[in-house]
């Protein structure tokens, strides 16, 4: 094999359901120069992204920080820290995301109760408050925003009943941090994992997270400071959490002011981190949920000007993403290969119950902005068209502009 | 809060046992645009990084890949897809990340063994022979180069005694791949973890990672793909993986043809990895590995000519680390400030037993190199004078002299 060149990425209009394009600045931020662990900048850094991201969540909880993991891990951190094998954790599943979560509390040993609902509606209140009746369970684990299926669950009522039954409650924000009203602490949620390469327009590779008092009271119940580094009054669980990598307890101490050694903070990552946090706060974190949410409207207006049908509850549709119906008789992987070879934009295809039945464009971070928007919509029309399907010519992108002139009268 | 501006990380020379300075080329490969999860380039370029690992690990391994998390990651996504809860683990502890072997094997269940060398000293291959024949173990797992002591553990007959118990080899490679001599394949090593963040001269937040066709039969024997995406046939284990994100039968399939979707990929810490490799490549890993040899050589005289002892067994050091015992009467960390702050160069301070008394000087990755070497050592004489620490004058620049004249004669 010889030696492949330097990277040269093709160019790309990324609207799929994430990732999307990097916001330019964020992949700058990512080129600064690294400083050491200890480093009196790195640390005030870290300091830095901890109050930045509780403005992102808004929250006060002083446990806001990175897992160095993308936004999978994330979720496994806040889990396995949380849950002993046995635990029970209810999940209302709506989507695939809804299945992870299921998935990774059973890897952790939890009895795993779930109410399911079919793909691209939200779980009733009446459903969850039945079920955390009959369960009762220590964690009540939500998928804020499902990409696989273009909804937001309403989290109304959900803080109330795990109050009822001593439950915390968490929240999957990967999908919607940024882009979706998110209120953690008017909301009463305990944990919430997100991600950056949603909304908040970074590469995948760094977990925000957020953790209440009551969750972190829970977590540390089960500290115990590794042999390699502990001092004499350390911690000592009895049973300790089942991962050294996500155990939040030590993550926690190494954000702290004591600065316990555990993994080494994936410094550039955090650069990249603490940038988009600043773009969205420099933005204002409402309005750049108003960009988000316009930018959505017209996508979807454009999608039903082309003659295509928007799947799911649309009254629960996430601002950044909208599911399309592929319509009879054409090869949706066919339009997604011509869209991506031809015109360089690539849109998203779906999972499960879905596959080939529904494509998923996304507008958010930096590409939640109006030439993204037009130009995805024209060029799926001329993809269209050339698969054979009758479409109302620039319908799709006359429907955008009348949103746009309705967003700005 | 007002809003931080952008970053502005200060000049930094880092000569400390890792995080050092990312090579400029790294950083740069960083802000390449993204592309889509499954864009052909993407996994292309995932296949790219899966051969230059190969020739960095000096493998044929098929499953050499990146985990997309820290080195510490890399080793509990090696440990908790191997071990089951009983298994036996051995773990030679020679410092501090033996220790952490023996903490991630045990948060995975498993039943450790250990034996235990003073901090400084290999452990003798008699030593581990007879460990192994009483405690014949699943897993040997054994720190390659723990920079926490600065030696370097000799593999030679590891192999064989793992394959007369049926035993795995496991290397934590995090602090010496590429700048020390490790040759997975001829040396019969099962598993290996790295790191960016050493010799390879890159960011934390990306294990490059290697597994046997044996190493991948026992995990793949574990495998259970998540509900959300099983297909007809698919697993499902009766012991699954204790952990989804670092579940590697998942993440072999992911980085497989099959490309069954796990985690996100973390594209800009992937394009990172891949430059690292390549950068190596570029100069050829024997002449890398020269280098860090000739530097650290560079070092050590230094520090000796400074009139200062070097730590532990020299006869085993690593290329790219030294050990300087800290004299009596001088405040160990009263220098590394004034380094810092003064001179804007970082060397390490210790962990446990040799906290306090030992410093930690790293020439590795881009800081292999002379000026780096010579720089550090002036500055280092210049604070010891300031601190009252009577010393040679020059001494420590005149012997780094010396070994490069001898170098190059």
């Given at each position: 094999m010889t030696l492949p060149g330097p990277l040269n990425p093709p160019s790309r209009l990324l609207m799929g359901p994430g990732p999307i394009n990097a916001d330019p600045r964020v992949l700058?931020?990512?080129?600064?120069?690294?400083?050491?662990?200890?480093?009196?900048?790195?640390?005030?850094a870290m300091n830095e992204v901890m109050e930045l991201y509780r403005r992102v969540f808004v929250t006060s909880h002083r446990q806001t920080l990175l897992v160095d993991s993308t936004s999978r891990g994330g979720i496994e951190a806040a889990f396995v820290s949380v849950l002993e094998p046995g635990d029970k954790v209810l999940v209302p599943v709506m989507g695939r995301f809804g299945h992870l979560l299921v998935e990774i509390a059973q890897r952790c040993g939890a009895e795993v109760h779930t109410v399911?609902?079919?793909?691209?509606?939200?779980?009733?209140?009446?459903?969850?408050?039945?079920?955390?009746?009959?369960?009762?369970?220590?964690l009540l684990a939500v998928v804020h925003g499902d990409t696989s299926t273009t909804v937001v669950q309403p989290f109304d009522g959900l803080s109330d009943l795990c109050q009822r039954y001593g439950t915390l409650l968490y929240a999957d924000v990967t999908a919607t941090i940024g882009g979706n009203e998110f209120l953690t602490d008017a909301w009463g949620v305990d944990?919430?994992?997100?991600?950056?390469?949603?909304?908040?327009?970074?590469?995948?590779?760094?977990?925000?997270?957020?953790?209440?008092?009551?969750?972190?009271?829970v977590i540390n119940s089960r500290k115990s400071i590794e042999a390699g580094i502990r001092a004499e009054g350390d911690a000592v669980a009895s049973h300790p959490i089942r991962s050294n990598y996500f155990d939040m307890s030590m993550v926690f101490e190494y954000w702290s002011e004591r600065r316990l050694n555990h993994h080494t903070e994936a410094t550039t990552m955090l650069y990249g981190a603490r940038e988009c946090a600043r773009i969205v706060l420099e933005e204002g974190l409402e309005r750049f949920q108003a960009r988000h949410?316009?930018?959505?409207?017209?996508?979807?207006?454009?999608?039903?000007?082309?003659?295509?049908?928007?799947?799911?509850?649309?009254?629960?549709?996430?601002?950044?993403?909208?599911g399309v119906v592929i319509p009879d008789g054409v090869d949706?992987?066919?339009?997604?290969?011509?869209?991506?070879?031809?015109?360089?934009?690539?849109?998203?295809?779906?999972?499960?119950?879905?596959?080939?039945?529904?494509?998923?464009?996304?507008?958010?971070?930096?590409?939640?902005?109006?030439?993204?928007?037009?130009?995805?919509?024209?060029?799926?029309?001329?993809?269209?068209?050339?698969?054979?399907?009758g479409l109302p010519a620039g319908g799709g992108v006359d429907e955008a502009y009348r949103v746009y002139a309705e967003a700005t009268a």
């Open positions: 700058r931020a990512m080129s600064a120069a690294l400083v050491g662990q200890y480093d009196p900048f790195m640390t005030h399911e609902v079919p793909w691209g509606q939200v779980a009733p209140y009446e459903l969850i408050a039945d079920a955390m009746e009959k369960v009762q369970p220590k944990i919430a994992t997100g991600g950056l390469q949603k909304c908040l327009g970074g590469p995948s590779g760094s977990a925000p997270v957020t953790f209440s008092a009551h969750a972190e009271a949410l316009v930018h959505g409207r017209a996508m979807m207006a454009g999608v039903r000007g082309l003659g295509l049908g928007v799947f799911g509850d649309v009254e629960h549709k996430m601002t950044n993403i909208v949706g992987e066919a339009v997604r290969g011509h869209l991506l070879q031809d015109f360089g934009i690539e849109i998203g295809t779906s999972f499960g119950p879905l596959h080939g039945k529904v494509w998923r464009i996304g507008t958010m971070g930096c590409n939640a902005r109006q030439d993204a928007v037009l130009t995805t919509l024209a060029a799926l029309e001329s993809v269209l068209r050339r698969e054979g399907f």
